[in-house]
């Protein structure tokens, strides 16, 4: 990372902490330190949500409203501490009323105001369905208890199949913070995403909830050390990294191949790690357009 002046700094501290001015749905102007080099994703559509939580900004996500669910979320790593905490469901309330506080908040006891359940997934789309609330950006990439507090919003999650989560997607989440807390020096930049159904597109709880086909997520590490990395022959998975896992184990092999001497409970939900070269290229096929996770791949001169 290039070395900031004391302006540089103060500036820096001052993007992931709320102003007054402006609203945090519909511009990633307030959070773009949650991108590798202020860079946010290009070729995908949907909604800038900054994610705030406690007047601070903890994340940042792309949403659609149409699906009531993330298109991705973008954070930034540290190595987690504790316990994971209780999981208070939040909602986002601009998404509702563009007036509204910007903090996620606590869904109410009783009847939901009918603006939050029509702009917005709720936690009762997941109840009596097959499907589990499948974080983006996960707790477990967080050092604070807030940070790992803000992560569950409802619209940081997607529905995920249990075998997914908590069998070969929870894996590759613990080896990525395995990875970027082992070798990366200062900063890393996470973006997880989700990739639909080619055609149809599936639901929970009647038109809904959208339920993604695959999950994605890749990571950019701009500053690391060579020389450690070489000795532990790691050098394939930096500066970036990425993987595809299936969601749905009656899906085709063509991104994912299964791995039939998996465990049943497993069976189907496996995960590919790929150059991140490979990542862009299946979401080139899927969404019809170019996509670009990183700033000139994470590559630029460090």
């Given at each position: 990372?290039?070395?900031?002046h004391?302006?540089?700094?103060?500036?820096?501290?001052?993007?992931?902490?709320w102003?007054?001015?402006?609203?945090?749905v519909?511009?990633?102007?307030?959070?773009?330190?949650?991108?590798?080099?202020?860079?946010?994703?290009?070729?995908?559509?949907?909604?800038?949500?900054?994610?705030?939580?406690?007047?601070q900004y903890?994340?940042?996500?792309?949403?659609?409203?149409?699906?009531?669910?993330?298109?991705?979320?973008?954070?930034?790593?540290?190595?987690?501490?504790?316990?994971?905490?209780?999981?208070?469901?939040?909602?986002?309330?601009?998404?509702?009323?563009?007036?509204?506080d910007?903090?996620?908040?606590?869904f109410p006891?009783?009847?939901?105001d009918?603006?939050v359940?029509?702009?917005?997934?709720?936690?009762?789309?997941?109840?009596?369905?097959?499907?589990?609330?499948?974080?983006?950006?996960?707790s477990?990439?967080?050092?604070?208890?807030?940070?790992?507090?803000?992560?569950?919003?409802?619209?940081?999650?997607?529905?995920?199949?249990?075998?997914?989560?908590?069998?070969?997607?929870?894996?590759?989440?613990?080896?990525?913070?395995?990875?970027?807390?082992?070798?990366?020096?200062?900063?890393?930049?996470?973006?997880?995403?989700v990739?639909?159904?080619q055609?149809?597109?599936?639901?929970?709880?009647?038109?809904?909830?959208?339920?993604?086909?695959?999950?994605?997520?890749?990571?950019?590490?701009?500053?690391?050390?060579?020389?450690?990395?070489?000795?532990?022959?790691?050098?394939?998975?930096?500066?970036?990294?990425?993987?595809?896992?299936?969601?749905?184990?009656?899906?085709?092999?063509?991104?994912?191949?299964?791995?039939?001497?998996?465990?049943?409970?497993?069976?189907?939900?496996?995960?590919?790690?790929?150059?991140?070269?490979?990542?862009?290229?299946?979401?080139?096929?899927?969404?019809?357009?170019?996509?670009?996770?990183?700033?000139?791949?994470c590559?630029?001169?460090?």
């Amino acid at each position: 990372m290039p070395y900031l002046h004391a302006t540089g700094l103060a500036l820096l501290a001052l993007a992931s902490v709320w102003y007054p001015c402006g609203a945090d749905v519909g511009d990633f102007s307030p959070c773009l330190n949650f991108f590798y080099k202020s860079w946010p994703p290009k070729g995908l559509s949907g909604t800038p949500i900054c994610q705030r939580y406690e007047n601070q900004y903890r994340f940042a996500s792309l949403y659609r409203r149409q699906r009531r669910s993330p298109v991705f979320s973008a954070y930034i790593y540290s190595q987690p501490e504790g316990k994971r905490p209780s999981s208070d469901w939040k909602f986002e309330p601009q998404l509702a009323d563009a007036t509204a506080d910007g903090n996620m908040a606590l869904f109410p006891p009783g009847v939901l105001d009918p603006n939050v359940v029509n702009s917005q997934a709720v936690k009762q789309d997941y109840h009596n369905t097959s499907f589990t609330r499948g974080h983006l950006n996960p707790s477990l990439h967080h050092e604070t208890h807030t940070d790992r507090l803000s992560t569950f919003t409802l619209t940081n999650v997607v529905p995920q199949k249990e075998g997914s989560n908590n069998g070969p997607w929870e894996k590759l989440e613990s080896a990525v913070n395995h990875t970027l807390g082992s070798y990366c020096v200062g900063e890393a930049y996470v973006v997880t995403g989700v990739i639909p159904y080619q055609e149809d597109v599936h639901w929970i709880k009647g038109h809904r909830v959208a339920v993604p086909e695959y999950l994605w997520s890749a990571y950019c590490c701009p500053k690391y050390n060579e020389s450690i990395l070489n000795a532990a022959r790691l050098g394939e998975f930096f500066p970036t990294y990425a993987a595809i896992g299936r969601n749905d184990p009656n899906s085709t092999e063509e991104i994912v191949p299964i791995d039939r001497s998996s465990h049943k409970m497993f069976w189907g939900y496996d995960v590919k790690r790929m150059p991140l070269d490979t990542l862009e290229m299946y979401l080139k096929q899927r969404f019809g357009s170019v996509i670009n996770v990183f700033y000139e791949k994470c590559l630029a001169l460090r």
